[in-house]
């Protein structure tokens, strides 16, 4: 069980932080909020949208990860979406690849659906569940020098990597991608692979 | 290559030769006796990945994300680790990216673990209620061509295919 500790940290200015400097980074972003928070800070070809599949996203990642091994991935998602797939930790620890990075954005609570609370809420510590898959290098992030410190082990560190940044459980205004999935499947592909 | 009247053929070998010429990279998989002799050959292939997965789900959306960095992969199961899918299927149906899949049957063709008949008997109405277009193959000789096919429909044509193999192929569970 984690330790308890006040989150301070909002998750629009979280994601704004780590996607500011992001090159040529390959996101994906699991259904709901997360999603909703990376277009808040740009609509980006390498944006892949889930507004579905909940559970799916740290494997979608997985998949792009090890089609596009010279590229970093990134896949961002909540805490109720992570543990709905949390089995997905051991299959990508066992694979070990080094350029895929994983980042929670963990306010202990099912956002979508009112704001019920999550596993993470009553202690459940899923950097301690990562870590314990395999993966080598885990944070929970709960204040901004800790997320200053974490930011570049999600661009840097040789992967899996996976860090849980706690944030506030505050409603944000929804700010909506396209979500045709076509659409978002061709331009991902023809932005990166020049054809779709 | 084996003649296929030959006692030692094993339609996994023809099944494998194909995948490497349609440039299958990443094979996803929960261990399943009936695909036991495909999952080795493809283990033991440097020019494909093998990923053992804790649920087949994980390899729905593992497809996913392949296609989307510009690999085709496959996803191995049998029937009961269909019943696993059907949510994240959805997301192969709505975005239009292509699933190949191959399905060993239980609870179907002379079963007699009783557990295994439930699933089996859903297997191929659960496909199609989620849009996966199905090909049921009950003779090995078969089998190849009808990977064949299904590959076709799924990459160039971007569809979700399931190729369905008969338990009278594998004999599995039916030993009694």
Aim: with cysteine.
């Amino acid at each position: 069980m984690a330790a308890r500790r006040k989150i301070t940290l909002d998750r629009r200015k979280v994601v704004a932080n780590i996607l500011k400097d992001r090159g040529d980074l390959l996101l994906v972003t699991g259904l709901g909020a997360p999603t909703w928070d990376a277009a808040s800070v740009e609509d980006n070809p390498n944006n892949f949208y889930l507004w579905g599949g909940m559970g799916g996203a740290v494997l979608t990642g997985l998949g792009l990860a090890l089609a596009q091994p010279q590229r970093r991935v990134l896949v961002l998602t909540g805490d109720g979406e992570m543990l709905m797939g949390v089995g997905g930790l051991a299959t990508v620890a066992v694979q070990k690849p080094s350029n895929l990075a994983i980042g929670i954005l963990d306010n202990q609570r099912y956002g979508e659906t009112g704001m019920q609370e999550t596993h993470t809420e009553h202690g459940v510590d899923l950097a301690a569940m990562a870590s314990g898959a395999g993966f080598q290098t885990t944070s929970t992030v709960y204040n901004a020098a800790e997320l200053k410190t974490a930011i570049p082990m999600l661009y840097n560190t040789p992967g899996p990597v996976f860090v849980d940044v706690k944030v506030t459980a505050e409603d944000q205004p929804m700010i909506l991608p396209p979500r045709d999935g076509p659409t978002l499947k061709h331009r991902f592909r023809e932005n990166l692979l020049g054809s779709i | 290559m084996v003649s296929k009247k030959s006692k030692t053929w094993h339609w996994s070998q023809d099944v494998h030769q194909l995948f490497k010429k349609i440039g299958i990279k990443q094979v996803a998989y929960v261990p399943d006796g009936g695909l036991a002799k495909l999952l080795e050959r493809c283990q033991a292939d440097k020019s494909m990945r093998s990923v053992v997965l804790t649920t087949e789900e994980e390899g729905v959306a593992q497809m996913a994300g392949a296609w989307l960095g510009g690999q085709r992969g496959v996803l191995l199961t049998q029937s009961g680790g269909v019943g696993n899918c059907i949510n994240m299927l959805s997301m192969m149906q709505e975005c239009r990216i292509p699933l190949l899949s191959l399905v060993s049957m239980r609870g179907e063709w002379g079963e007699t673990f009783p557990w295994q008949v439930p699933m089996g008997q859903s297997t191929i109405p659960a496909l199609e209620a989620a849009k996966v277009i199905v090909h049921h193959v009950d003779q090995a000789e078969k089998v190849p061509e009808t990977v064949q096919a299904a590959a076709k429909l799924a990459f160039d044509a971007n569809r979700a295919v399931a190729v369905v193999i008969s338990q009278r192929i594998s004999g599995s569970g039916s030993k009694g």
